[in-house]
Nanobody, 119 residues
Framework: QVQLVESGGGSVQAGASLRLSCAAS????????MGWFRQAPGKEREFVAS????????DYAASVKGRFTITKDNAKNTVYLQMNSLKPEDTANYYC????????????WGQGTQVTVSS
């Protein structure tokens, strides 16, 4: 089992920055991919960004590319999402997730952290 705990959410004004953290524990493996997703009220959960544990391979949703950066600290078993130039449409509950590289399914999820951006 893998446990994921997010932190760092909050309420900010448009244009501000926030950094989310995801601390992983349990049976984390180098073959994992870590990801961030978000879900706004009344909308489906959507992919935001991902990074491989063992390589610097990242992927971003088009809506956040150039504004958000996903990084990792393997020594701390922590993944970060640096969010700059925040917009009101970035308001959502942000979830950390993990999956094995060979799996198409995100098997592990955190409880989420709320990000609210006001105009």
């Amino acid at each position: 089992q893998v446990q994921l705990v997010e932190s760092g959410g909050g309420s900010v004004q448009a244009g501000a920055s926030l950094r989310l953290s995801c601390a992983a524990s349990g049976r984390t493996e180098s073959t994992f991919v870590m990801g961030w997703f978000r879900q706004a009220p009344g909308k489906e959960r959507e992919f935001v960004a991902s990074i491989w544990w063992s390589h610097v391979i990242t992927d971003y949703a088009a809506s956040v590319k150039g504004r958000f950066t996903i990084t990792k600290d393997n020594a701390k078993n922590t993944v970060y999402l640096q969010m700059n130039s925040l917009k009101p449409e970035d308001t959502a509950n942000y979830y950390c997730a993990a999956r094995r590289v060979v799996s198409g399914q995100w098997d592990y999820w955190g409880q989420g952290t709320q990000v609210t951006v006001s105009s």
